[in-house]
């Protein structure tokens, strides 16, 4: 039993950074697009998890550049500020 759990971690893994690859915003994943990342991480998927979670990533930068506006006035704190 044992000798198969670095392949169940490895399994996790790789589950776990394709469904995150998949929900990440796409003007938020960095270095690569979305799919590229995919294709990585399923073909590599030790190497391409760690890259995936260290290098691709959305991040809090990311995340800050590529903030949406608000949709309506009464949603945009500035504006109601204004009032």
Known sequence: MIRYLPIIIVALLT?????????ARPLEVRRMPRWLWATIIICLPLAG?????FFGRPN???????QQRPKAPDDDVDFLRGL
Do not use: D, G, H, P
């Open 15 to 23: 589950i776990y950074c394709v469904v995150e690859v998949a929900q």
């Open 49 to 53: 998890a760690v890259c995936w979670l």
């Open 60 to 66: 809090a930068e990311s995340r800050r550049r590529f």
